[in-house]
Every structure is written in structure tokens, then in C-alpha cells.
């Protein structure tokens, strides 16, 4: 495996391996702390393409929080080998300015519902970050598949618009959310929470779950969300932002209930911001 750190660098590497004749390229997009819910997207990658490149890049653009992207993990030796392990040919780790070509900047995007509802709603600016770190990201590995994880749903959502906008040649394939053993959706922010704020965030998979069996016992899927926002609106260790039914390709907060495939939630746990979903 290569680690590759600039554009420059990428495309010398396609030239000499003739990747755009002779290969299948899969593409893993990444901020890097990379755990099993990341191994997991590039076996997935490796199993379907002839080569896989993952990124690594903590993209600036899309933290409306400067603590937030300031204290995000940056673990880069320690990544290589698990992208290694886990079957990845190239780590495409450029700087910001590097893959901007210049001082990162990400225009306004208004997309509806899928920009701006939810996530685009809590997170002011972090779609527009997205749409512009994986434009670029897509515009210099050119792959023929890239893969995303489901947990971060809205933003498969909005990968999914952004691809059928500007790169229709590359098929964005949505992987399964990987838990841990006690069912809490992994990422990259967990290695934050102390063993007490891990127990509490359990609750956020919990009451997912909850929900999802009320409506199967005959319960609205309304009331069922109505009863569990009240419930952790109750947790004194734990911050809500959001729970409610979503359609995973609109996002809008005004699609009727019968539309729903997902549900979604967003809190705070030890200051930690974490987010989680289940599909009806």
C-alpha cells in the first residue's frame, strides 16, 4: 500500500499503474480515526473493485464548530494500517489546501430539504463543506464506485443528489451502519466519551429500537416518537437535538409519516455530538 499526500502525486500514481484502462476503482471518502464501521466500507470496496483509494482529510469547510473540528482525532499511522488491513491500495492523504487548490472555501448550496432540514439545519455550512471536500475528492480520484457509510444518512442523501449533479459517472453505494457490541453506532467521536458517557449514549439506539417495536405492537409511529422525545428530553446527561421520522432521499421535515423510512436522532452526550437511525 502507498500513501499518496498530494493531487500531483495521485495522478502520477494512475499513469503508472494505467488505472483508467485496466481498472475497477473504488473509492472510500474519509475524515481519517478510521474504526471497523471504515474497515468495514473498504473490504467492501476491495471484495468489488480492482483497486480502492481511501482519503484522508479532516475537511475544514464542513465544521460549523471550530472546537469541534479542532479536537477531531488525527490518527494517520495508525489509519494506514487499517485502510492497509482491510485492503486499500492507496491512502490519498492531501492538505486541505493542497486538494482546494488554494485557501478552502465551499459555496452555498440549497438543495431543499436534503441541505437544509435535520443535520443542514443543527450543522449550519456542513453540507455546503461536504458537497464541496467530495466534488473535489471525486474530481481527483475519478472512481467508478464510492462507498459511504448509512449513518451518516443524510449525508449519503446529499452525496447521492451531489453525484447525479456533477459526476453521474460515479455510483455512490450506501453501506450498512455498523454497531458495537452493545448496539451503539460506531464513530469517530465515541474515542471522546468517557465509560459513563458510553453507557448514555446507548440510549440513543435504544429508544430507536423502542420505537421501531411500538409501531410493529400497533402503536402510530407519531405517538411512539412523540413518547420516546419526551422520555430523553428527560436525561439530564444527555442533550437532544432532533428525533423524527425522515424519507432517506428528501430529508424534508414536512413529508407525511406514510412517506418515513427511517428514523433519525441527534444529541449531545458529554458534549460529544452523536448521531443515529433505524430503518422502518
Known sequence: MKIIRTPVDLKDWFNEHKV??????GFVPTMGALHSGHASLIEMAAHECNKVIVSILVNPTQFN???????????????AKIAEQAGCDVVFAPTAEDLYGGTPFAEHIDWGGVTNDFEGKSRPGHFDGVIAVVDKLFQAVRPNRAY???KDLQQVAVIHKMAQERHKEVQVVECALIRDHNG??????NVRL????????LILSSELRRIKEKRIN????????????????????????????????????HDHESVWTHIVIAARVEGVRL???IKL
Open 194 to 201: 468517557s465509560q459513563k458517557g458510553l453507557k448514555t449514549a
Open 218 to 253: 400497533g402503536t402510530s409511529i407519531r405517538q411512539a416518537i412523540i413518547e420516546s422525545r419526551e422520555l430523553l428530553k428527560s436525561q439530564s446527561e444527555l442533550e437532544l437535538e432532533y428525533i423524527d421520522g425522515i424519507n432517506n432521499l428528501t430529508f424534508s421535515s
Open 148 to 150: 459511504f457509510g448509512a
Open 184 to 189: 451503539l453506532a460506531l464513530s469517530s467521536r
Open 20 to 25: 483508467e484502462e485496466t481498472n475497477f476503482l
Open 275 to 277: 448521531i443515529d437511525n
Open 65 to 79: 464548530e471550530k472546537n469541534d473540528l479542532a479536537s477531531y482525532p488525527r490518527t494517520l499511522v495508525a489509519d
